[in-house]
């Protein structure tokens, strides 16, 4: 995804983000618009199958839901038509529309897309080796989303290429799906480029490489049950990992299936290292600890470095982990006067309560001791030094050594008394 432009959609009427190929960092308060990007992002990607249409694939179209509402003092006014205006790939210039909730949404717009699609569903029914690119979207629901799909399909050793795209735009709550998938796959002794594929993302990822928060995979078809090997050598079943690692396992096993299946007749192992798509993850700091919030984008992009994602946050620990350059980009998203906004920023390697208090516009700390901090560092500047001095051992004994500023404003009253012995 090159360029999205969109024209009423939801909160929007007239709004436009570019994107690069690699990491697309969003951040910016609750409805600043976050979401809705990734919803209409959504929306484009499905558009792919409106070509790549079969039994596996499903072109959701703009929604009832999507149309923004207007209002003449109390009034609700009629809907004006949605355009979603995107670039896709080497494709410009495709939109879809819709004019009421009457109508369906137009695909006229994506001719040469849909083509493209029906030309890649051809060539492989005829037996012939396309890559494929990839495109999935990841809630902030996804591990605690309750879904009745068919179990079945997931059991099945030989599945058509096209089952890579299998809900992949509605992929909340595969996790427990996929994890049978790889029980019955290491049970039947089949599926080998799956599970490898499976096994090197997750290590990719949460390896030492990634995250470095796992070692390995362990599946045990007779127990029926995955393990994790932990960095600390514990084993912890697949049910019982926290929700943070649930959600990256689920992240990663999720795409590296889907990988293996699209393209791993052609790329074999390495199929997640070479598949080329589109990836939508809200919240990616949603149940980890700030520790592992720092290296998540490292371990999404080490096991699947030719894939582009669009992410959100609201953790300073993710942003300052993000450098800006030709394949990565963090965008402030901001709701100001009426209108929407975004501006490129650069918070790699700020600590995090300079990103808290500029871009998040938040007190870092309690507004309590940052005023005393305040206070401190005045009396000092005024050279009331019995006064900080008091002030001193009063937070020294409500805070012990845990704020770091404290050491600094003694060392400028010890620096206040030398000079003061001096000129006695």
């Not at 509402?69 to 879809?96: E, S, T």
């Not at 012939?128 to 179990?151: C, V």
């Amino acid at each position: 995804m090159k360029r999205i432009r969109l024209k009423n959609f939801r909160c929007f009427n007239d709004y436009e983000m570019t994107f690069r190929p690699g990491i697309n960092l969003l951040i910016g308060d609750n409805a600043s618009g976050k979401t809705t990007i990734l919803k209409a992002l959504q929306i484009a990607a499905s558009s792919f199958f409106a070509g790549f249409n079969d039994e596996y694939t499903r072109f959701t179209g703009i929604g009832n839901d999507d149309f923004s509402r207007f209002f003449a003092g109390d009034k609700l006014l009629p809907v004006k038509p949605i355009d979603i205006q995107f670039d896709m790939g080497n494709y410009g210039g495709l939109f879809l529309s819709r004019s009421g909730k009457k109508n369906r949404t137009s695909i006229k717009g994506i001719t040469a897309w849909k083509q493209e699609g029906q030309n890649l569903l051809t060539a492989i029914a005829n037996g012939e080796r396309k890559a494929l690119p990839l495109f999935a979207a990841f809630s902030t629901e996804d591990i605690h989303s309750s879904r009745r799909l068919s179990m079945k399909p997931f059991k099945d050793y030989f599945l058509p290429v096209s089952f890579g795209y299998y809900e992949s735009l509605q992929g909340n709550g595969l996790f427990d799906y996929w994890i049978k998938r790889l029980l019955v796959l290491c049970e039947g002794g089949e599926g080998a480029t799956e599970i490898a594929c499976v096994r090197k993302a997750i290590i990719d990822a949460l390896a030492a490489d990634g995250c470095g928060i796992m070692q390995e995979v362990i599946v045990r078809p007779v127990q029926g049950i995955v393990y994790f090997k932990l960095a600390d050598d514990r084993l912890v079943s697949a049910e019982d990992l926290s929700d943070g690692y649930k959600r990256l396992v689920n992240i990663i096993m999720d795409l590296a299936f889907r990988c293996a299946l699209l393209n791993g007749q052609i790329y074999h192992e390495k199929a997640c290292s070479e598949t080329k798509g589109c990836v939508l993850i809200d919240e990616i700091d949603q149940h980890l600890h700030p520790s592992l919030q720092a290296v998540v984008l490292k371990g999404l992009q080490h096991a699947f470095p030719a894939m582009q994602f669009v992410v959100t946050t609201h953790a300073p620990m993710v942003m300052t982990s993000l450098r800006n350059d030709k394949c990565n980009i963090v965008y402030h998203l901001k709701y100001a006067k009426g209108a929407y906004s975004h501006e490129e920023i650069h918070t790699y390697g700020m600590d995090a309560s300079t990103i808290i208090e500029t871009f998040m516009h938040q007190q870092a700390r309690d507004a309590r001791v940052a005023e005393d901090l305040k206070k401190l560092f005045r009396l000092i500047d005024e050279s009331h030094i019995d006064e900080a001095r008091k002030l001193l051992e009063e937070m020294r004994q409500t805070f012990e050594n845990t704020i770091p500023e404290l050491s600094e404003a003694e060392a400028m009253l010890t620096f206040y008394d030398d000079l003061y012995d001096e000129e006695l």
